[in-house]
């Protein structure tokens, strides 16, 4: 759980996955600010690993930054392929934007020689906060 000048940002479940939150509007310009983390490391069955090789440890072990963006931005981008023959493989592309208004956003799909295999373009509208594609590649 993280908090910034008390206004809780959000929840993180799991301790292998990057993630990060838009600090916009609880960051105090000019001022100190105080960020509050809380870390649990019970056991939860919810949460894998259930076990390893190796020695669950807890706390914050890896790298903490404050990445800086222009106003808009693009924020994440997952990409999967839930379903893959010999002939064709379906694919989902999710992309996460701030601030995005009246332009276009080119997606490109490339291949392991960095050719382009495919490209999609899409105009985004005003208030928009996600882009998703769904498409069948051959």
């Known amino acids: 759980e993280v ?14 996955t ?3 939150y ?17 870390v649990d490391n019970r056991f939860d069955y919810d949460i894998p690993p259930h076990t390893a090789d190796y020695n669950f440890a807890g706390g914050i072990y890896r790298q903490v930054y ?20 010999h002939k064709n493989a379906a694919i989902h592309i999710a992309t996460k934007i701030n601030n995005i208004n009246g332009t276009k956003i080119v997606t490109n799909l490339v ?8 490209s999609w373009v899409q105009s985004i509208t005003p208030q928009q906060q996600q882009i998703v594609i769904q498409d069948t590649i051959r």
């Open 3 to 16: 908090w910034l000048n008390g206004v809780f940002l959000g929840k993180h479940i799991g301790g292998y």
């Open 18 to 20: 990057g993630f990060s």
């Open 22 to 38: 838009n600090i916009t509007k609880a960051i105090r310009y000019n001022q100190n600010n105080e960020l509050v983390v809380r």
């Open 66 to 85: 404050l990445q800086s963006t222009n106003k808009s931005n693009i924020v994440q981008t997952k990409c999967t392929t839930p379903k893959v023959s």
């Open 111 to 118: 291949n392991a020689y960095n050719e382009i295999i495919e």
